[in-house]
Each structure stands twice: as C-alpha cells, then as structure tokens.
C-alpha cells in the first residue's frame, strides 16, 4: 500500500507549508487525485487518519477530488472527460484512447490557525 508512504510526503510537505505561514494547526487538507495516477484514495484517507495522529493536523479533514482524464474515440473522433476508465465510446461504441490528465496528484490548499 504505497498510499501510505505517498500521505507521510503529502503530510511532511502540508506541515512545512505550515511553519511558512506562522499558524500552529492544519485543520483541512485538500488534495486532487487523478484517475491514472495509480492511487487508491479510500486507501490514502485511511493512511491520512492513521498517520495525522500527533502531527498539527491531528483533527485536520482530508478533502480528495478527483481528476477527470481526456479519451477520444477512436472510431468517430469523439471527446469526453471522465473521472472512470471507460473503454467504450457511448456514442458508437468504438474504443476509446486516453489523450491527456488524469496523472496528477497534487496538494492543492490547506486550512490552517494559530492557536493564540
């Protein structure tokens, strides 16, 4: 489960983004997962609630949206955005080709106080 090695770093970069800022507590944390990025976010929420145990983001919520890849058929040339693998074109059902997105794993914002 690589999820969990992939929070420890989400969490590493999440707390120094924190001392930056001067605030003492990450209360949220929102990440964007793509669909080929080859992680599970079930399991990295479950990895983010074992391991934000004695970090400043202890009663911190994890937000994970989820990032839609680009197919085209390769059959009639249509284009779809989709946050699942599809493998058949709706419209005529000739087989669809991933063109781009979908790779990217990202902290995209946090939530963050002093407790002053």
Request: one cysteine or more; aromatic letters at 6%.
């Amino acid at each position: 489960m690589h999820e969990v090695s992939i929070m420890q770093d989400m969490l590493q970069l999440a707390e120094e983004n924190l001392r930056k800022s001067g605030c003492t507590e990450i209360r949220r944390i929102s990440l964007r997962v793509g669909l080929l990025s080859g992680v599970v976010p079930e399991a990295l929420s479950f990895a983010f609630d074992v391991l934000k145990s004695g970090t400043s983001a202890a009663n911190a919520t994890l937000e994970i949206e989820s990032s839609p890849s680009l197919f085209s058929c390769g059959a009639c040339g249509t284009e779809s955005w989709y946050e699942s693998l599809r493998f058949e074109c709706p419209e005529c059902h000739g087989i669809l080709i991933l063109q781009k997105g979908g790779t990217d794993l990202e902290l995209t914002q946090m939530e963050v106080s002093s407790t002053d």
